[in-house]
């Protein structure tokens, strides 16, 4: 079973941050991240009740921090993109398709949940691997944060051992700066790099590369730079 990091960005309320420290530990995990919390006292103690531990042994990090040493990023949103053309929030996974693409990863996985007036934003949803979202009603498809994270760590709770080591963050973004050059190379349009990149992310974010794949990749673009090099 993979890692799984929940990091709260930029939470409002301390309650909820107690809230989410229990359902947490409801479904036996542990490792609670927060970005830039409010201070956290007595209402936060009260609401995390008996995962307490999990409140006080919570790690404070930034959100460059946890990019830098997560296998898999995943973003959670109540906001989908409507049309297949617009990649920022596309394609969109329910966490019970979370667990079948992690089942099989050994790594670190951390699940990004929004703040609870806006979210995400989409500079951060940008960089994430996947895009997570619950299937709720469309009479009110927000659901509090703390019911976000219970929600997922019920899907997630019970996901077999992972077999194999999936690439990790520096061998990805090294892919992705590769690919970003090749794109340059071949003269892809400027006004569709952009989009083409946040694609390439989310294609290769839900596929678990390993390493050896990630190198194949690297040799073919390489292989393929070196023809056009020749033609010219």
């Given at each position: 079973?993979?890692?799984?990091?929940?990091?709260?960005?930029?939470?409002?309320?301390?309650?909820?941050?107690?809230?989410?420290?229990?359902?947490?530990?409801?479904?036996?995990?542990?490792?609670?991240?927060?970005?830039?919390?409010?201070?956290?006292?007595?209402?936060?103690?009260?609401?995390?009740?008996?995962?307490?531990?999990?409140?006080?042994?919570?790690?404070?990090?930034?959100?460059?921090?946890?990019?830098?040493?997560?296998?898999?990023?995943?973003?959670?949103?109540?906001?989908?993109?409507?049309?297949?053309?617009?990649?920022?929030?596309?394609?969109?996974?329910?966490?019970?398709?979370?667990?079948?693409?992690?089942?099989?990863?050994?790594?670190?996985?951390?699940?990004?949940?929004g703040r609870e007036n806006w979210g995400l934003s989409n500079a951060e949803i940008r960089r994430c691997d996947i895009i997570c979202t619950i299937p709720t009603s469309r009479l009110y498809p927000i659901v509090n944060i703390s019911h976000a994270v219970g929600i997922v760590a019920y899907e997630l709770a019970h996901i077999p051992r992972g077999t194999w080591r999936v690439a990790n963050r520096v061998e990805m973004e090294s892919f992705y700066e590769h690919l970003g050059r090749f794109l340059e190379r071949i003269d892809h349009p400027d006004y569709k790099r952009d989009n083409t990149m946040i694609m390439m992310r989310r294609i290769f974010g839900r596929t678990a590369l390993t390493p050896r794949e990630v190198s194949t990749l690297h040799g073919l673009l390489r292989r393929t730079e070196w023809h056009l090099n020749n033609k010219r």
């Amino acid at each position: 079973m993979p890692e799984i990091d929940f990091v709260l960005v930029d939470p409002l309320y301390e309650g909820n941050v107690g809230f989410c420290a229990r359902v947490m530990k409801n479904f036996g995990f542990s490792r609670l991240v927060l970005i830039n919390p409010p201070p956290l006292g007595d209402e936060a103690i009260a609401r995390a009740s008996h995962a307490r531990d999990v409140l006080e042994q919570a790690e404070h990090a930034t959100l460059d921090e946890v990019f830098g040493r997560s296998t898999i990023v995943i973003a959670t949103t109540g906001e989908v993109s409507k049309s297949i053309c617009t990649s920022m929030r596309m394609p969109y996974f329910s966490p019970s398709e979370l667990r079948r693409m992690l089942e099989d990863v050994d790594g670190r996985v951390a699940v990004l949940f929004g703040r609870e007036n806006w979210g995400l934003s989409n500079a951060e949803i940008r960089r994430c691997d996947i895009i997570c979202t619950i299937p709720t009603s469309r009479l009110y498809p927000i659901v509090n944060i703390s019911h976000a994270v219970g929600i997922v760590a019920y899907e997630l709770a019970h996901i077999p051992r992972g077999t194999w080591r999936v690439a990790n963050r520096v061998e990805m973004e090294s892919f992705y700066e590769h690919l970003g050059r090749f794109l340059e190379r071949i003269d892809h349009p400027d006004y569709k790099r952009d989009n083409t990149m946040i694609m390439m992310r989310r294609i290769f974010g839900r596929t678990a590369l390993t390493p050896r794949e990630v190198s194949t990749l690297h040799g073919l673009l390489r292989r393929t730079e070196w023809h056009l090099n020749n033609k010219r």
